[in-house]
């Protein structure tokens, strides 16, 4: 059945010291309140709302230790779209009522009556609840496109310098494969290199990463700014993942379920969380390319090129937006410091 679009959380999500903090931690906080932004609370009721439709079949034996760690990851997400939905409402950018209608009845559309019910129910959402998230999504939608995407400009001069620099990347003897990946591995590193110098040190904590980062992944974070921030592959992190094109004939050396994966996912697909020798791996297929050479003149070539620059452009306001707006922000996690022993007698 396919599931709705457009219903997703803000993808990006702060670092745990960033949201401890808490001016008031030692006043008196009401019992349903997870955490507030600017002074707006974030209640319990609406966290384990989130967490039933994110996490929906809990597997057997789940811990109440894996539980709160999921429940800790995704407030963190609540609080960032948070954040950004403060800001968007502070520049008069909230999407208005024709705007959520329209959306909604984009969605609507591909569906009858008894269907649509169905996918709402299957999700434990109503209509309301539906509009309501919906204009929270436009509303940060609009935010990014008025204060970062409107700011990007890729000229014709940037294409060229890109293709003439990287002309032998164009060049494919065989079919190729372009892939980005997110790596999470069990063994202990002091030299992780992602933004968030996030490292798993055994088996059991890179189990949970891996399905923290599916998770949001699945609520519709970005999968770069996801790489950067949290994958612990030294190659590929701070470049969002991408490994760049892959030949067919380099495969063979892969696991089969990492070449299954890229030999079977379409173009903007993102596979499941896949075991390997070294740890766990989730990969993205970006694009299939047919073996021979590609010239500047092929429009395919110049738009790859075009999108390439504009992502990594975008990534970078993204990341830097995202960073001040919360530096902007008053912050404090309830549910942080109920879970960090010890903190309110520091």
């Known amino acids: 059945m396919v599931k709705l679009t457009g219903l997703r959380l803000f993808w990006c999500a702060p670092a745990?010291?960033?949201i401890l903090f808490a001016a008031g931690c030692k006043k008196s906080v009401p019992a349903n309140v997870?955490?507030?932004?600017?002074?707006?609370?974030?209640?319990?009721?609406?966290?384990?709302?989130?967490?039933?439709?994110?996490?929906?079949?809990?597997?057997?034996?789940?811990?109440?230790?894996?539980?709160?760690?999921?429940?800790?990851?995704?407030?963190?997400?609540m609080i960032d779209e948070e954040i950004m939905l403060q800001r968007a409402e502070k520049l008069s950018l909230i999407a208005t009522d024709a705007e959520v209608d329209a959306k909604y009845n984009e969605i609507r559309a591909p569906?009858?009556?008894?269907?649509?019910?169905?996918?709402?129910?299957?999700?434990?959402?109503?209509v309301e609840e539906l509009k309501s998230k919906l204009r929270r999504d436009l509303s940060v939608e609009k935010l990014m496109n008025k204060?970062?995407?409107?700011?990007?400009?890729?000229?014709?001069?940037?294409?060229?310098?890109?293709?003439?620099?990287?002309?032998?990347?164009?060049?494919?003897?065989?079919?190729?494969?372009?892939?980005?990946?997110?790596?999470?591995?069990?063994?202990?590193?002091?030299?992780?290199?992602?933004?968030?110098?996030?490292?798993?040190?055994?088996?059991?904590?890179?189990?949970?990463?891996?399905?923290?980062?599916?998770?949001?992944?699945?609520?519709g974070e970005d999968f770069a700014a996801l790489a950067q921030n949290y994958s612990e592959d030294p190659n590929s992190a701070s470049n969002g993942g991408d490994m760049g094109f892959v030949p067919e004939s380099a495969?063979?050396?892969?696991?089969?379920?990492?070449?299954?994966a890229i030999l079977t996912l379409l173009p903007g697909?993102?596979?499941?969380?896949?075991?390997?020798p070294v740890g766990y791996r989730i990969l993205?297929?970006?694009?299939?390319?047919?073996?021979?050479?590609?010239?500047?003149?092929?429009?395919?070539?110049?738009?790859?090129i075009r999108d390439t620059l504009r992502n990594r452009k975008e990534q970078?306001?993204?990341?830097?937006?995202?960073?001040?707006?919360r530096n902007d922000a008053k912050v404090s996690s309830y549910l942080a410091i109920s879970l960090a022993p010890g903190f309110e007698k520091k």
């Not at 569906?111 to 109503?126: M, N, V």
């Not at 990463?209 to 699945?218: G, P, T, V, Y």
């Not at 697909?269 to 390997?276: D, E, F, G, N, Y």
């Not at 429009?299 to 790859?304: E, H, L, S, Y």
Request: glycine content about 2%.
């Open 16 to 18: 745990l010291a960033l």
């Open 34 to 77: 997870a955490a507030t932004v600017n002074g707006r609370a974030i209640t319990y009721a609406e966290l384990d709302k989130q967490f039933g439709r994110a996490f929906p079949n809990q597997p057997e034996g789940t811990s109440q230790d894996e539980t709160q760690f999921r429940k800790l990851e995704l407030l963190r997400v």
């Open 111 to 126: 569906y009858t009556q008894e269907e649509f019910q169905k996918q709402l129910d299957a999700q434990k959402l109503s």
């Open 147 to 219: 204060e970062i995407i409107s700011q990007i400009s890729i000229t014709d001069k940037d294409i060229n310098s890109f293709f003439e620099a990287n002309k032998g990347a164009f060049n494919y003897p065989e079919n190729s494969y372009h892939v980005a990946q997110i790596i999470v591995t069990p063994e202990p590193d002091s030299n992780v290199r992602n933004l968030k110098r996030d490292k798993a040190a055994n088996d059991e904590q890179a189990r949970r990463k891996i399905q923290m980062i599916e998770a949001r992944l699945r609520q």
């Open 251 to 260: 495969l063979i050396n892969a696991d089969a379920e990492t070449r299954k």
């Open 269 to 276: 697909q993102v596979s499941a969380p896949i075991r390997t």
């Open 284 to 304: 993205k297929v970006m694009a299939r390319v047919p073996a021979g050479q590609r010239e500047l003149n092929d429009p395919k070539v110049q738009q790859d």
């Open 316 to 325: 970078l306001l993204r990341n830097a937006y995202v960073d001040a707006c």
